[in-house]
């Protein structure tokens, strides 16, 4: 099991490097985009002009991911960014028949089950949405400004470890860019190496 979680790991982060001539840059206006989410309903971004938003990639069945929803980081982080205004889109972008994929109403069976508080769950079966934001890793976070710049990408917090004991340790830089965003400052780390399971792309 520490093999297979190392050899993820390692593929994760080999998958998070981030090519010098990628299409999305912090700083820059963040790509529109449009999805149905486990409701049915069409999400699009620009709908939320105005607001702060996060992008959350997630695959249930990624020991990383696991760790957040675990030990409830992920659903206080959605609890605490929601209600201060905050949209939250958890993004499923494993294909079918690939680890992670899960129908509309199995998305809604895990967000009730764990006690999830995205604002939307939004079904990504053929990649779309990831290919545009180059999410490569679940959980891989961004965040965009109410003037629909993207102002943070990377990581959820600084311990690349499928161990939930090494949260509380943890620079939790989702957290910390959301606080600086919503006090209107800048995002001071911007750009963090995300960690866990590549995303399940066809």
Not at 79 to 103: D, F, N, R
């Amino acid at each position: 099991m520490i093999r297979k979680l190392a050899l993820m790991l390692f593929t994760g982060l080999l998958a998070a490097v981030h090519p010098a001539s990628a299409a999305v840059t912090v700083g820059q206006p963040a790509p529109d985009f449009t999805g149905v989410d486990s409701q049915g309903k069409t999400q699009r971004l620009s709908d939320y002009r105005g607001k702060v938003v996060v992008l959350e990639w997630t695959n249930h069945e990624c020991p990383f991911v696991e760790k957040h929803y675990g030990a409830g980081n992920m659903q206080t982080q959605q609890q605490e960014a929601t209600g201060k205004g905050v949209v939250w889109l958890s993004v499923i972008s494993s294909a079918p028949g690939y680890e992670g994929h899960v129908s509309a109403a199995e998305a809604n069976q895990l967000t009730a089950k764990r006690g999830a508080s995205p604002t939307a769950v939004i079904l990504d079966p053929e990649g779309k949405i990831g290919r545009l934001y180059e999410a490569k890793t679940t959980p891989h976070m961004y965040i965009i400004d109410r003037d629909g710049k993207l102002v943070y990408m990377g990581g959820i917090d600084s311990i690349p470890s499928a161990n939930a004991a090494d949260i509380p340790k943890a620079t939790q830089y989702v957290r910390q860019a959301l606080d600086e965003v919503l006090a209107g400052k800048p995002v001071s780390q911007a750009v963090t190496r995300p960690y866990g399971c590549s995303v399940k792309y066809r």
